[in-house]
């Protein structure tokens, strides 16, 4: 009795700090999915708000207030081109961060130059933030005020495509169209997190069940017994896995292919760390890595991650933002946190143009170069809907092609190594390698 007692107690206590852990990185990762979705968004939209704001602008001289003419014609773009499509207010700053127009006529003369996130774009950078509004606004202009919570942009503005930066528009837009994306793909994240810790509690709790039936079989065994518990504590990484398992369930659900192109990039690309004599820890970490690299598709729209063709510009963007999306949600789970790093740059290049930051050569993480050419290899190698899988023989060409150019030549050396002496294989699910020699853009 006391033994059951003493158990139920263990039970109580250790879901204590897992419901408090599941809390915590549900919290992180709601904040890291709507900050990378918001960012995409305004991305995708700021340079149609500029286009619309700099005609009307017709070059004035923003050092100085805007003539009514100006003005004017800015009233007119605001009300018959950007209200429509769910803007809420707009406002214009000059260089020095004096407002020189908003649509709601509030605060015009008024000076910002103390305000961080405007002179982040005064520096060339779009700043997006999901904000809680609640101006009153003005009467005679409902339509301007803000309630609740809207996507506030600062979007810096040329006159030329690679001109200086003349000013800045900030734009006030209803936070409608992103939340539906960040509330489905925070839920789906939360489930995964969660079933991830409940799977680790329930195993701690039946490591410690496993060994009390052990201490009232016999007292005589205690010290094998105390000898299984340490190994225990050991074994709690493995039932970690469970969350990993659960994350890579989660991306297959939304898209088998991401799903199968990931275990195909793990096998090739553990067999090259292999043969290039990475330890066993770093094996680990590439392996988990890998499973984990498109994770960021996630909260990548289905629309765009499965179409059926080529992706145009702006899609493209939106699937690049993966690689920062997936490092967020991998940064957000303790045990994962040290491959942060490894997903986030697994698709900068050899020769600085990758992405997201244009990192080169040594500078990128040795185990982000292992998988960007084993990324490659697995995409050249797989029918896709719009063209056929390369050989294996043409696609280890492209791989030498770009050497020291896309690829880490020390990679690229070793992976023809493994496929001239048959360690690399194509892998069972790509259906068509004797066929095509088109190359594809990696990733």
């Not at 960040?182 to 509690?201: F, H, P």
């Not at 898209?255 to 990039?265: I, N």
Request: charged share 25%; aromatic share 6%.
């Amino acid at each position: 009795m006391q033994r059951s007692q003493v158990m139920r107690q263990f039970a109580f206590r250790s879901l204590v700090p897992v419901v408090v852990l599941v809390v915590v990185v549900g919290l992180v990762v709601r904040w890291s999915v709507e900050r990378t979705v918001v960012d995409q968004w305004s991305a995708a939209h700021a340079g149609a708000w500029d286009a619309a704001v700099i005609p009307a602008l017709d070059g004035a001289d923003l050092s100085r207030d805007l003539d009514q003419a100006a003005v004017s014609r800015l009233n007119v773009v605001f009300a018959e081109q950007m209200r429509p499509g769910g803007v809420l207010n707009l406002k214009v700053f000059g260089p020095e961060g004096k407002l020189l127009y908003s649509a709601d006529g509030e605060g015009i003369g008024a000076v910002f130059d103390g305000e961080g996130d405007l002179k982040r774009a005064m520096a060339g950078k779009v700043v997006a933030l999901a904000v809680d509004e609640s101006d009153e606004g003005d009467d005679s202009q409902p339509q301007t005020r803000l309630f609740g919570k809207v996507i506030e942009v600062y979007s810096p503005l040329r006159f030329e495509p690679r001109g200086p930066v003349e000013g800045v528009v900030e734009v006030y837009t209803s936070y409608e169209p992103v939340a539906g994306s960040v509330r489905s793909t925070t839920l789906t994240l939360w489930a995964v997190v969660a079933a991830g810790l409940g799977i680790l509690y329930l195993s701690q709790v039946g490591v410690v069940r496993q060994i009390q039936n052990r201490l009232v079989e016999s007292e005589d065994e205690v010290e094998e017994v105390n000898e299984r518990l340490a190994g225990s504590m050991a074994d709690l990484e493995e039932y970690s896995m469970g969350t990993l398992q659960a994350l890579i369930s989660a991306v297959d659900t939304k898209d088998s292919y991401t799903a199968k192109h990931s275990l195909g990039v793990t096998d090739y690309a553990v067999s090259v760390g292999r043969l290039m004599g990475l330890s066993e820890r770093e094996l680990t970490d590439l392996e988990r890595a890998c499973l984990l690299h498109d994770i960021g598709k996630i909260g990548v729209p289905e629309k765009v991650l499965l179409k059926p063709a080529r992706l145009n510009d702006q899609e493209f963007e939106q699937i690049k933002a993966h690689s920062e999306m997936g490092a967020r949600i991998i940064g957000s789970i303790p045990f994962l946190r040290d491959l942060g790093d490894i997903v986030l740059y697994h698709h900068e290049r050899w020769d600085g143009r990758g992405y997201p930051e244009g990192l080169s050569g040594e500078r990128i993480p040795a185990l982000a170069r292992i998988i960007g050419v084993a990324d490659a290899f697995d995409a050249m190698t797989t029918d896709r809907p719009y063209r056929p899988a390369m050989r294996i023989s043409a696609a280890r060409e492209e791989l030498v092609r770009f050497r020291g150019i896309q690829f880490d030549p020390g990679v690229v050396d070793a992976f023809v190594r493994a496929i001239d002496s048959g360690e690399i294989k194509p892998m069972l699910y790509h259906p068509a390698h004797d066929r095509g020699d088109e190359a594809v853009r990696a990733g």
